[in-house]
C-alpha cells in the first residue's frame, strides 16, 4: 500500500495560488464588424475562481469535475497554453502536458520525422528526440512501420505510436486529460500499467478525468472543480462521493440543500466484486445508495447504459410500487440493486442514473448523471456464433443455411 | 535533469511552501516560450519537414517549384517584351524580370501562408506547450529553402544571359537579409490578427497583388512617372529590389539615391517604414501571442 501522507512531506514540484481564468464567448462570428460590435461584450465566461493547490514530488493528483467545470483550463493553464488573468503558477522541474494523444502528429510525415518532431516539442533536444526512438518504436511495436507516413497507418497503430512518445517523454511531471477515454481494452489496461510503473518510479502526474474508477484507483489526493469552483481537495474517495453529489439537482447547479446524496454506486462482477469491466454477455449489476435527506413518496430510479458520444443504448428502472406511501423517510438510505441482461459490444460505456423523489410530483433528485464507467470486454469468440460485432449490442440469433438446388 | 527526491521515509521533511525549492513563475504562452534554443530546433524541423512534404509529395517534387516561377516569368516575358516592348530599353530585362519575380514570389508566398498558419496548426497552438512565433517564423524559413533553390536557377540564367559575375554580388546576403527580416515582420503582423480578424485573409491577398505592382518587379524604377517614383519609395520592398538589381544584375542601374532626387528624405522613408513594420509585428505578435489559443 502506497503511503499518501509521506508523499505529502515531499517538495511541492506545482504550486498554483488563486487562480482565476475567465473566457469571453463571443456571440456573433468573428468577422471585424462583428468584433467590433462585441468589443466590450460577449457573453463572459469564467472558467476558474480562485483555485489553489500543491502538487507533490512523486504524487498522482487528479482533478475531477464534470464537463465545463474548468477542469481542463486548469490543465491548459498548467502547460502553459493558456494564460491566467490572476494568480500563480509555479513549477518545478519539466513538465510535458498530453492534451490529446497524438497531438501535433503530421500524417504526411513518417514515423520516424513524427517521433522527432515530437520530442522536440515536448522539450527534448532534437538529438535527444531522435535517440529515443528505438525505445518508442519497440513499446508500440512498430519497428517495421518506421519509414512508414502516417497517413498509412491503422488507427490502432497511430494510437500505439502516440501512446509510446507519451510514455517516452519522460518529463518529471505528467500532465493527462483523458487519454484513458481512448482505444480498447487492452490499451486501457496498457495504460494502467504504465502509469503504475511511473507511479512506482516516483514520477508526477496531475490526471483530469471524469472517471471515478481511475481516480480511486491511481490518485494520492483528487480535487473537485464545479464551475469553476475548487470544490474539495483531497482523499480521492471523498472526491468521487461530493462528485456523485455534484450530479444531485439542477443539471446546472447544485441546489444548496440537496434532498438526497449518492452514498455509493458501482458495479459487480459474476463474484459480487466492484469492478469495472464485463466480460461480454456477463450481467450488468448496478448497485446505488442513495441517502435521503427528505422523505421519499413514491420513489423511482432509472439506468441509463450510454455508449460513446453519448448515445443512449438501453435503460431499465422502476417506480416503487409497495403500498407504503412513505418508503424512505429523511436520514434513511434507498438501497438499489439492479441487474441487466447485457447485450453490449465490447467498447466503454456510461451508466446515466435517474432518481425522483416523489415521481406523481415530479420531484426528480438526480437527473440523468453519469455514475459509473465501464468497459465490455470481448469475450473468446465460440463457434457459430455472428460473423461481427456490428452495431452497439449484439443478440442471439439463429441462421439456417441451406441449398435450394431444383431451380429451373 | 529530475529534481532531488528523497526517498519515502526519508527523514529530511522539507516545509510544504518552502520559497526556496525550484519552483520557477509559469505565465503562460509566449511568442518565444522556452527559450532561443527551442523556438530554433522547432522552426528548423517544422521548416524541414514542411519542405520535404511539398517536394517529395508530389511525383515531379522539386521540379514544381522551378517551373512555376518559370512559367510566370516566360508569360510576362512575352507580354513585356513582344506586346508593350517595355523590356527592349533595359539591360537584361529577361533575367531582371525572372530575378524580380523569384523574390517577390518569396514575399508572397510566405504571407500568404502566414496568414493562417496559426489556425492551420490549431493542434499544437491549443493543445501543446508552444513558442507561437515558431509557426510564421517557420513558414518564412520553408519558403527562404525555395527561394534558395530557385536563386540557382535564376543564377544559372543570369550566366547564360550574359550577366558577368561582379564582386557586388557578395553583397546580395546583406539585400536578401532585410527581405526576409521584413517578410517574417510582414507575416507576423498577418497571421497575429488573423485568428481573431478572419477578414485580414481576404484584405492582405487584395494588398498582396497590389503591393506586386507597386513593387518594382515587372518594370525598372526609371521607367515609372517621377511622382509615381517618389510614391514608390516609401514601400520598403522598393529600395531591396532596387539594391538586388544594382548589386547583381545591372551596376550602372539607378542608385536609390538617384531615384530619390538628392532628398534624403526619401531615402529615409523606406527605412523608417520597414523599422516601423518589424516594430509593429513584435509588437502585435508578443501581444496576441498569449491569448491566441482562445480565439481559434
Known amino acids: 500500500m502506497r503511503d499518501r501522507s509521506a508523499i505529502q512531506s515531499r517538495p511541492v514540484v506545482i504550486e498554483v495560488r488563486d487562480l482565476h481564468k475567465h473566457f469571453r464567448v463571443p456571440e ?70 498530453f492534451i490529446e494523444l497524438g497531438v501535433g502528429f503530421n500524417v504526411d510525415l513518417t514515423a ?28 508500440g ?3 517495421e512501420f518506421v519509414d512508414l507516413k502516417l497517413k498509412n497507418y491503422s488507427s490502432g497503430m497511430l494510437v500505439r505510436l502516440a501512446f509510446a512518445t507519451m510514455v517516452h517523454a519522460d518529463a518529471d511531471i505528467m500532465l493527462v486529460d483523458e487519454v484513458l477515454a481512448v482505444g480498447d481494452a487492452q490499451f486501457g489496461q496498457k495504460c494502467m500499467d504504465v502509469f503504475r510503473a511511473r507511479r512506482d518510479a516516483g514520477k508526477t502526474l496531475v490526471l483530469v478525468t471524469h472517471d471515478m ?44 440543500e440537496p434532498t438526497a446524496v449518492v452514498v455509493d454506486a458501482w458495479l459487480a462482477d459474476e463474484r459480487g466484486e466492484r469492478t469495472d469491466t464485463l466480460v461480454e454477455r456477463t450481467p450488468i449489476d448496478v448497485h446505488l445508495t442513495v441517502e435521503a435527506l427528505e422523505d421519499f413518496v413514491r420513489p423511482s430510479v432509472g439506468f441509463d447504459v450510454v455508449g460513446l458520444d453519448r448515445i443512449p443504448v438501453f435503460g431499465f428502472g422502476r417506480t416503487w410500487d409497495d403500498d407504503d406511501p412513505n ?43 453519469p455514475l459509473l464507467q465501464f468497459e465490455v470486454l470481448a469475450a473468446p469468440r465460440t463457434s457459430g456464433r455472428a460473423l461481427d460485432d456490428v452495431g452497439m449490442v449484439s443478440v442471439a440469433a439463429d441462421l439456417q443455411l441451406s441449398v435450394d438446388s431444383e431451380v429451373a | 535533469m529530475s529534481n532531488p527526491v528523497p526517498t519515502l521515509g526519508d527523514t529530511e521533511v522539507e516545509p510544504t511552501d518552502a520559497p526556496g525549492s525550484a519552483l520557477r513563475e509559469v505565465t503562460g504562452p ?73 523574390l517577390m514570389g518569396f514575399f508572397q508566398e ?38 534558395g533553390l530557385n536563386l540557382i536557377v535564376v543564377f544559372v540564367f543570369l550566366l547564360a544571359f550574359g550577366v558577368t559575375p561582379m564582386a557586388t554580388w557578395l553583397l546580395f546576403p546583406f539585400d536578401l537579409f532585410a527581405l526576409f527580416v521584413l517578410t517574417t515582420a510582414v507575416s507576423m503582423i498577418v497571421s497575429s490578427l488573423y485568428p481573431r480578424f478572419r477578414d485580414v485573409g481576404i484584405i492582405w491577398s487584395v494588398f498582396s497583388l497590389a503591393l506586386f505592382y507597386a513593387t518594382p518587379v515587372l518594370y525598372p524604377i526609371e521607367k515609372a512617372p517621377e511622382t509615381f517614383q517618389k510614391i514608390l519609395m516609401l514601400n520598403p520592398l522598393t529600395p531591396i529590389f532596387e539594391l538586388a ?46 491569448r491566441i489559443a482562445e480565439e481559434l
Open chain 1, 28 to 97: 456573433r462570428g468573428s468577422g471585424l464588424l462583428g468584433r467590433a460590435r462585441h468589443a466590450g461584450g460577449g457573453r463572459e465566461l469564467r472558467a476558474l475562481r480562485g483555485v489553489s493547490f500543491d502538487v507533490h514530488d512523486g504524487e498522482f493528483f487528479g482533478i475531477v469535475g464534470r464537463n465545463g467545470s474548468g477542469k481542463s483550463t486548469l490543465l491548459k493553464l498548467l502547460a502553459s497554453i493558456y494564460r491566467a488573468d490572476s494568480g500563480s503558477i509555479r513549477i518545478a522541474g519539466r513538465l510535458a502536458p
Open chain 1, 112 to 139: 520516424r520525422e513524427n517521433v522527432t518532431l515530437n520530442g522536440v516539442l515536448n522539450g527534448l533536444g532534437r538529438r535527444e528526440s531522435a535517440r529515443n526512438l528505438d525505445a518508442i518504436l519497440d513499446f
Open chain 1, 141 to 143: 511495436e512498430l519497428r
Open chain 1, 213 to 256: 474508477a481511475t481516480v480511486q484507483t491511481f490518485c494520492d489526493r483528487a480535487m473537485l472543480l464545479h464551475n469553476g469552483d475548487q470544490r474539495y481537495l483531497g482523499d480521492p474517495e471523498e472526491a468521487a462521493v461530493r462528485y456523485y453529489r455534484l450530479n444531485f439537482g439542477k443539471s446546472d447547479e447544485i441546489a444548496d
Open chain 1, 327 to 369: 418508503p424512505v423517510a429523511a436520514g434513511e438510505r434507498l438501497v438499489v440493486s439492479a441487474t441487466a441482461e447485457n447485450p453490449l459490444v465490447p467498447g466503454r460505456y456510461t451508466v446515466d442514473a435517474t432518481v425522483a423523489r416523489d415521481r406523481g410530483r415530479g420531484a426528480t433528485v438526480l437527473r440523468a448523471a
Open chain 2, 30 to 102: 509566449s511568442a518565444l516560450g522556452g527559450g532561443w534554443r527551442r523556438v530554433a530546433d522547432l522552426t528548423w524541423i517544422i521548416a524541414i519537414t514542411e519542405f520535404k512534404r511539398t517536394y517529395f509529395g508530389t511525383t515531379l517534387g522539386y521540379l514544381w517549384s522551378i517551373l512555376r516561377p518559370l512559367s510566370l516569368f516566360a508569360v510576362l516575358l512575352v507580354v513585356f517584351t513582344q506586346v508593350f516592348r517595355l523590356g527592349t530599353a533595359v539591360p537584361h530585362y529577361a533575367v531582371l524580370l525572372l530575378f524580380n519575380i523569384v
Open chain 2, 110 to 147: 510566405s504571407t500568404a501562408t502566414a496568414v493562417t498558419s496559426i489556425v492551420t496548426q490549431e493542434g499544437i497552438v491549443r493543445k501543446t506547450q508552444f513558442p507561437r512565433l515558431v509557426i510564421p517564423v517557420a513558414v518564412v524559413v520553408t519558403a527562404l529553402m525555395n527561394l
Open chain 2, 245 to 290: 538589381r544594382e548589386w547583381v544584375i545591372d551596376s550602372n542601374a539607378p542608385s536609390l539615391s538617384t531615384i530619390a532626387g538628392g532628398s534624403t528624405l526619401l531615402l529615409l522613408a523606406p527605412a523608417a517604414i520597414f523599422a516601423a513594420i518589424c516594430l509593429l509585428g513584435v509588437w502585435l505578435f508578443r501581444r496576441e501571442a498569449p
